[in-house]
């Protein structure tokens, strides 16, 4: 049967759930600045959300869930609202941390040419797009919303120069976090009979 054919067991969605939301969690440990599974969440949801509202939202709230926790674990958020959390709640509304998220959205759009189609080799090829598209787009939304003493300020050029040494950890961590949840998934695939692909 041709994977065009192919469709996603009842039992995949939440588990796919799961697992990106314990990979956005990866976030509160120690890590290089950029090493980060942002766009991989991106990528695997788009590729194995057989819904694309679904492919689209949850690593979206994935990552949500993570820059929460980010806030409980700095101690910006706590129990009462204080200074800092007005800061922390100040920052998840302004356009820097929206562009973010639109950035993610974006480094998200290739894992829909995988679709039924996931190998090693096109996983790894996307992995770096989402990774390119990340840097190109996050970093664009620096330049619009940079400060005087930015590097942003004097262009998008001089943004993105300035942005080089990170994209080195945005490349390493896109490509391992997509082996992790891709490999991951296809491992338990062949474990667990009801994640299997229903043919039509």
């Given at each position: 049967?041709?994977?065009?054919l192919?469709?996603?067991?009842v ?11 314990a990979?956005a ?5 120690p ?5 980060t ?10 590729a ?7 492919a ?9 869930l ?27 509304l ?11 959205l ?9 679709r ?10 996307a ?37 080089l ?6 490349l ?5 976090y ?18 299997r692909?229903?043919?039509?």
């Amino acid at each position: 049967m041709p994977a065009a054919l192919s469709r996603p067991a009842v039992a995949g969605p939440l588990v796919l759930v799961a697992m990106l939301v314990a990979v956005a969690l990866t976030r509160l440990l120690p890590h290089p600045p950029n090493f980060t599974p942002v766009a991989a969440l991106a990528l695997f949801g788009a590729a194995h959300f057989a819904h694309r509202g679904w492919a689209v939202a949850v690593p979206l709230l994935a990552l949500f869930l993570s820059d929460i926790a980010l806030g409980f674990a700095s101690g910006a958020l706590g129990l009462g609202w204080t200074a800092d959390t007005a800061l922390y709640a100040e920052y998840m509304l302004s356009p820097l941390a929206l562009g973010i998220y639109a950035s993610t959205l974006l480094a998200g759009l290739p894992g829909f040419a995988l679709r039924g189609r996931a190998s090693a080799r096109r996983v790894l090829g996307a992995g770096v797009a989402s990774a390119l598209v990340f840097f190109f787009a996050s970093n664009a939304v620096a330049w619009l919303g940079a400060r005087p003493g930015e590097p942003c300020v004097a262009g998008i050029g001089p943004c993105y120069v300035a942005a080089l040494p990170f994209l080195k950890w945005t490349l390493a961590g896109t490509l391992f976090y997509s082996a992790l949840l891709f490999g991951g998934f296809a491992l338990l695939r062949r474990a667990l009979p009801p994640l299997r692909p229903q043919t039509a």
